[in-house]
C-alpha cells in the first residue's frame, strides 16, 4: 500500500484540498479526523467531532482507543486499498496514525503550503479561528450516520458570496454542531470547486482551458456555469456540439462524485476558440 500524507496545521484548508489531491494521485482512500472515508461513504470508525472535549477530539483522530484503531485495520485489511491519503497536523502526527493503523511509512509528504496558496491558507485560517467553522467531506445522508442527533439541519447553502451579496451557494450538505464547540458547523470551499474543474476539463482533447467556473443558486437549485477555450484543430471530428456535451456530462460526474453534492445543471459555454494551443493571443470570443 502506498500512504500520502497531507500535513498542515489545525484550520489550514487540509480537507478543502483533500479531495483534489486525492483526484490528482488516484486515492480512493481517506482517513480524516478519525474516518476512514471513500468517496460520500464513511466506511469505518468514528469522528472527533463527537467528542466530549478537544482533547477527547484529539485523541480519536490519533487512533488512541484500541477499538477504534482494530475497526479501521481490519476495513483496510479487507479493502487491500492500493494508494490511501492521510490528513495529520505533522508529520509525527501522520507516523502515529500509521502506525496505530498497522499502515506503512507514509512513502510522500505533501505540506498544505506545496497546493495552496498563501491568501487560501489565510482564510481557512481566519475562518477556523473567528468562525470555528470546520470541514468535512461528506453529504448529509452520509453525515446523519456517524452524527446521529447531532444535525442541526440539512443544508444546500456552503459558498458565501462576498459581502455585498446576500445570497450563498447552494450545496448539498449539512450543518453539523460538534459536541464541543457551540459555534461548529462544516462547509466545503468554492475554490476547490474551481481547482477541481480546471484538472478535469484539461485533460479532455479540444479544451485548452477554463476561462470561468461559478456557482449558481436559485430557488434551491444548483447551476454550475463554465466558461471554456477550446482548440478547434483538437475537438474529436470537429463536433463542437458533441464536445460540449461531453464536457458538460464529465463534469457533473465527477463533481459530484469528487464532492457528494448534486449538480441540478451544468452550463458549458464556448467563450474562445483557438485554431490551435499557439492562437491564444489571436483568439477571438464568441
Do not use: C, W
Not at 464541543?180 to 482533447?205: D, K, N, Q, W
Amino acid at each position: 500500500m502506498e500512504v500520502y500524507a497531507l500535513v498542515g496545521h489545525s484550520g489550514t484548508g487540509k480537507s478543502h484540498h483533500a479531495p483534489l489531491l486525492a483526484y490528482q494521485h488516484q486515492i480512493e482512500y481517506l482517513i480524516d479526523d478519525g474516518l476512514l472515508i471513500k468517496g460520500n461513504q464513511i466506511l469505518a470508525g468514528r469522528s472527533a467531532k463527537r467528542e466530549n472535549t478537544r482533547l477527547g477530539a484529539i485523541k480519536r483522530a490519533l487512533f488512541s482507543d484500541p477499538d477504534h484503531a482494530a475497526q479501521i485495520r481490519e476495513k483496510l485489511a479487507e479493502l487491500k486499498p492500493e494508494r490511501l491519503l492521510l490528513l495529520a497536523t505533522s508529520r509525527r502526527m501522520a507516523d502515529a496514525i500509521a502506525a496505530k493503523l498497522g499502515l506503512p511509512k507514509p512513502a510522500h509528504y505533501i505540506q498544505i503550503e506545496d497546493i495552496a496558496t498563501p491568501e487560501a491558507i489565510k482564510t481557512a485560517l481566519t475562518v477556523r479561528q473567528k468562525e470555528n467553522r470546520h470541514v468535512i467531506p461528506l453529504p448529509t445522508f452520509a453525515v446523519k450516520k456517524d452524527f446521529p442527533g447531532y444535525i442541526v439541519a440539512p443544508l444546500r447553502s456552503f459558498f458565501s458570496f462576498p459581502a455585498a451579496h446576500s445570497e450563498k451557494v447552494a450545496v448539498e450538505r449539512s450543518i453539523v454542531r460538534p459536541v464541543y464547540s457551540s459555534l461548529g458547523h462544516f462547509y466545503i470551499a468554492e475554490h476547490v470547486i474551481e481547482s477541481l474543474v480546471a484538472h478535469i476539463v484539461t485533460r479532455i482533447p479540444g479544451v485548452f482551458k477554463p476561462l470561468r467556473v461559478a456557482i449558481q443558486t436559485n430557488e434551491r437549485k444548483v447551476t454550475l456555469k463554465v466558461d471554456l477555450a477550446l482548440i478547434l484543430g483538437e475537438i474529436p471530428g470537429g463536433n463542437l456540439p458533441l464536445l460540449l456535451r461531453h464536457v458538460q456530462q464529465v463534469i457533473k460526474e465527477k463533481i459530484e462524485y469528487l464532492t457528494g453534492f448534486y449538480l441540478d445543471s451544468v452550463d458549458i459555454t464556448a467563450k474562445r476558440l483557438y485554431l490551435d494551443a499557439e492562437e491564444e493571443p489571436e483568439a477571438k470570443e464568441n
